[in-house]
């Protein structure tokens, strides 16, 4: 079966979705290499990306899509095929999320933490017919590789840390390959997928299917008008209405909040500019400042936290008063830390969002010199509201506790699990919406109360990690007898991993051992950075453990001057 019936299968597959669909009238659908080639047709001299000395035009930008989109199709991927990108920001991630969607094909983002195993699952759960992967992750790429016999293509973008293999193709032959067929230009439209994965709460990554359309406009900044308008994409970038920015994403462009924000940058004709792969706080500041960024993309106290402290030490370093707007989702951002931070970029608007990968527009919050944190709280968006469990919605200032629901521009569902679809993506009041499971109330005021996820998942600088997944893990050390995962607070990413271990009798855990065994066989931000030793779990009758009164004691735990075990190894 091809991709493209295989997409087929899958809209059939998501029932209500498709007639939803083929209800509504006949409008013009964005499309992404639409706008982008538009703009780079428009002002091909403005600079696309910046990465260290690097610095691409529009116009080259261009150019090197088209070489990415011919070599795909030359080595016989077929319309809406799959392309899988394992890459660390910089100009190639971009390059090949454009050449992908040039040529009609989706894009795929892949954690590059994830080890062989997870890369094996998540590749073949999306039925991936190329892979793009940075150079620095070739053994874990030539580790999985022998288990994929369907890849057509894997393109090596070389960062001088690991030769090319003779099985893997030159990206930097490829971004020179030239033009695209002009039939693959014509085939491409708004329908077509952009399939962004995500841990959720399941304990496995599942793929977001968003139609391109859909997603342009959840995530329009530009202010485009609801049907695809080229015309108006060129006259707004002449009037340059609004200013084009220089947006900067320390988040990773492989997760969808880094994606997205990318997205928008480019869709006004900005210039998108990327740090090296490890969040290094110097080198994030020293680029704010010699870029003039003026957009900047955070994880909330995951990076905002490590920023104010570095200018607090260093006040006299930085000039990062150009930031107009700093953006985050994923994870807690404290009023304290914003405070801070705009006392270095007293212009900027701090926008603090709640989307997911399944929803857009859930709401967010406005922080900015002249509205401080107490008149400040999340706000539902226009198309956001808050349902019960019976699918009603909840009053304002009732009390009651629901969840976040979503209507409009949502995605189609999640690729090749309809009952997952059918769960996250129901029909209320005649309507699809997206409802990815935060609970919430209603103050009377319209603003909300956020509960967290109604499951035990955690949430770790805005990574997402299924307790489970973990446990099954740990206890296949030889020494583990049980173990329960849970996600304890912290200042900085929002909650860590810590694991409470009952050794098997006459065993005993090595903390730091089990940590390292651990990372041998997850991602390392998976791996618990604590680990308390028990003589029991004192699970019920059931065999469930207490998850909330277990979390409790570990922080108990924490806050001792010396516990057993370890507290921080990560």
Not at 148 to 162: A, E, F, K
Not at 246 to 268: D, E, K, Q
Request: proline share 6%; charged share 25%; hydrophobic share 40%.
């Amino acid at each position: 079966m091809c991709q493209w019936d295989r997409l087929d299968v899958a809209h059939r597959l998501l029932g209500t979705a498709v007639r939803n669909e083929s209800s509504r009238p006949t409008v013009k659908l964005w499309n992404f290499a639409d706008v982008w080639e538009t703009i780079a047709a428009t002002v091909p001299d403005r600079t696309a990306q910046v990465h260290g000395d690097e610095r691409v035009s529009w116009e080259q930008f261009d150019a090197r899509a088209e070489g990415i989109a011919r070599t795909l199709l030359e080595a016989g991927l077929s319309r809406q095929s799959h392309v899988a990108l394992l890459l660390y920001n910089g100009p190639a991630y971009m390059d090949c999320a454009f050449g992908i969607v040039k040529a009609g094909l989706v894009p795929v983002n892949t954690n590059y933490r994830y080890g062989p195993e997870e890369l094996e699952y998540l590749w073949t759960n999306a039925d991936a017919a190329a892979v793009v992967f940075s150079g620095a992750l070739t053994e874990a790429v030539a580790e999985v590789r022998p288990r994929l016999p369907t890849v057509r293509l894997w393109l090596h973008v070389d960062d001088g840390s690991h030769p090319r293999p003779d099985w893997a193709q030159d990206y930097a032959a490829a971004i020179q390959a030239g033009s695209a067929p002009t039939a693959a230009r014509a085939a491409r439209s708004g329908e077509d997928l952009v399939l962004i994965y995500t841990g959720g709460t399941t304990g496995l990554p599942k793929g977001v299917m968003w139609r391109q359309h859909e997603l342009y406009r959840a995530s329009d900044t530009a202010r485009d008008p609801v049907e695809a308008n080229l015309a108006q994409v060129r006259q707004r970038i002449l009037e340059r209405r609004p200013e084009p920015p220089v947006g900067l994403s320390a988040s990773p462009l492989m997760h969808g909040t880094g994606y997205v924000f990318a997205g928008t940058i480019l869709n006004r004709a900005g210039t998108l500019v990327t740090t090296s792969r490890s969040f290094d706080v110097v080198e994030l500041l020293d680029t704010i400042q010699r870029e003039r960024v003026t957009a900047l993309c955070i994880v909330g106290d995951a990076f905002c936290l490590p920023i104010v402290d570095a200018l607090d030490a260093d006040p006299e370093r930085w000039d990062i008063s150009s930031l107009t707007a700093v953006s985050s989702g994923g994870m807690v951002w404290s009023q304290r830390s914003k405070q801070r931070l705009l006392r270095y970029a007293p212009e900027a608007i701090l926008v603090d969002t709640l989307n997911s990968s399944e929803a857009s527009g859930m709401g967010r919050s406005i922080t900015s010199q002249r509205k401080p944190p107490d008149a400040t709280r999340f706000r539902l968006g226009k198309n956001a509201f808050v349902i019960d469990d019976h699918n009603q919605e909840v009053e304002p200032g009732s009390g009651r506790i629901g969840r976040v629901a979503v209507r409009g521009d949502i995605p189609l569902g999640y690729y090749k699990d309809p009952e997952k679809t059918r769960q996250t993506f129901p029909e209320i009041n005649g309507e699809r919406c997206a409802v990815p499971g935060d609970y919430a109330t209603v103050e009377a005021d319209g603003t909300i109360t956020l509960l967290g996820r109604g499951s035990t998942s955690i949430n770790t600088a805005g990574e997402k990690v299924y307790p489970e997944e973990v446990e099954q893990v740990l206890k296949q050390h030889p020494d583990v007898a049980d173990v329960v995962v849970v996600g304890v607070p912290s200042e900085r990413f929002g909650e860590t991993v810590a694991a409470v271990v009952q050794p098997r009798p006459s065993a005993s855990v090595d903390p730091v051992a089990l940590i390292v065994y651990a990372k041998t066989l997850l991602a390392g931000y998976k791996a618990p950075r604590h680990v308390m030793v028990v003589t029991s779990l004192e699970r019920g009758p059931s065999g469930k453990a207490d998850y909330a009164a277990l979390r409790s004691r570990v922080e108990r735990w924490l806050e001792q001057p010396s516990p057993i075990g370890d507290r921080s190894h990560g």
